[in-house]
Nanobody
Framework: EVQLVESGGGLVQAGGSLRLSCEPS????????VGWFRQAPGKEREGISS???????LYADSVKGRFTISGDNAKNAVYLQMNGLKPEDTAVYYC??????????????????WGQGTQVTVSS
């Protein structure tokens, strides 16, 4: 059974930084992507970044240049380094896994397995 556990959320002032961690387990297939998503109250879930098992990365325009996704194969973890945080980045952040070697995308419906989410709050 695939499981994902996020950590690293919290409260930070505008301009600050946070690093989110995602630890997937139970992966038995080759070729997959792990993405980061966020959902603010009253808004749809938004894909913000993803990393494929072959190393390719994707970023939403809203975070490009501020957020960096990376993977650590030894620790089987995926990280999202968030710099220059803004109040509009406040949301629950989720990591999710898209199994298989299909289309590499930030679209939430393509991701089959989801973590429980971690709150990120940016104060002005």
């Amino acid at each position: 059974e695939v499981q994902l556990v996020e950590s690293g959320g919290g409260l930070v002032q505008a301009g600050g930084s946070l690093r989110l961690s995602c630890e997937p387990s139970g992966i038995t297939f080759s070729g997959y992507s792990v993405g980061w998503f966020r959902q603010a109250p009253g808004k749809e879930r938004e894909g913000i970044s993803s990393i494929h098992s072959d190393g390719d990365t994707l970023y939403a325009d809203s975070v490009k240049g501020r957020f960096t996704i990376s993977g650590d194969n030894a620790k089987n973890a995926v990280y999202l380094q968030m710099n220059g945080l803004k109040p509009e980045d406040t949301a629950v952040y989720y990591c999710a896994l898209n199994p298989g070697a299909g289309v590499f995308s930030l679209a939430p419906p393509r991701y089959q397995y989801w973590g429980q989410g971690t709150q990120v709050t940016v104060s002005s």
